[in-house]
């Protein structure tokens, strides 16, 4: 249905298809050109710290060189925030390692930094350090990155940043992607910029984007004849939709400035509502993109549940989605070790993604507001 609100689409600049047509116009209809080098240098000199950025075809695809650079290897053991989107764990599965879970902790919803050092302990005492951390920043929220950062110091484990929902988003200041050794974005079509599809890797130094890109054009010697010492993999951007990118950069900031304003919105909406309360930053340290706006429902308070009002809202045609299930409770990682408590599974089972484009409408604010009070007093008579 077209007039469907959704979670979070798709919102063009103007400029994409101005920069799209640069490459058929140049003929650089390939995964190399001009738009990947501009794309790439947009997203450098946004992140300042003096990064160096690999454009590539998906987050996923980031993730998994990043470990590959990390040193990751079979058998190995990977520690990585346990709520989160699977994408942040897959890439471990890739290279024949084992995820180890760790729990969140309540303020910024991501990894404990308490749990992480106990996993660590832990894993060295019975001969086993972990080979690299992935902490994971969710819906826009920073994580206690410093923390996490200091602890990866002192134990001398690569630090690798999914910063897949969180372009934009600063702790101190900084932008998230880049306390890391390696940070990772996403330009996924649900993501605050999309290219279609696409990601990047994060890197410290010229010679780790030089590696990144070695290892995403199939590991090609410096030979010409097709020559190979490693195994390499197809991950690099294409031109075109680099393009896109290009375009995405420049309404960066103004997206970022919409879903700030959504978020508002949602702040002013629940403020009298008993039981339900919206997902913000704890303190000015942390700065939020708003990726999506997310609400904690106490049922016991609320009197209706995260379904409830999921369905409600579904019934109008609105699109809103639980958070992320934590992924030692998935079948799929159910045989992994998982350091912490109940803190991930507490605010999944309570929580809800609701509408946060930086295309929604007034309009689409003022039905949502709508759907969202009737369904309360629904629940309240
Ligand atoms: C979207 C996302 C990814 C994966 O990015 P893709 O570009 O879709 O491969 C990884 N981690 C998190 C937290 C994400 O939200």
Redesign the pocket.
Known sequence: MSDKIWLSSPHMGGKEQEYIQEAFDTNWIAPLGPNIQKFEESIENYLVQDKHVVALS??????HLALIMAGVVLDDEVLCQSF??S??VNPISYQGAKPVFIDSESETWNMSPIHLESAIVDSIEIGKKPKAIIV?H?YGMPAKIDKIAVIAKKYEIPLIE?A??VLGSSYKGQKCGTFGDYG?L???G??IITTS???ALVCNSINDKERGIYLASQARDEAPHYQHSEIGYNYRMSNVVAGIGRGQMEVLDKHINLRRKNNQFYQELFKDIEGVTVFIEKNDDFYSNHWLSCILIDENLAGFNREDIRLALLKANIESRPL?KPMHLQPVFSTCSYFGTEVSENIFKAGLCLPSGSNLSELDKEFIKNCILEFIQSVNN
């Open positions: 998906s987050g996923t695809a980031a993730i989160t989107f994408a942040s994971v969710l999914d897949a929902e990772i996403s330009f996924n649900n993501k599809g696409g990601g992320w």
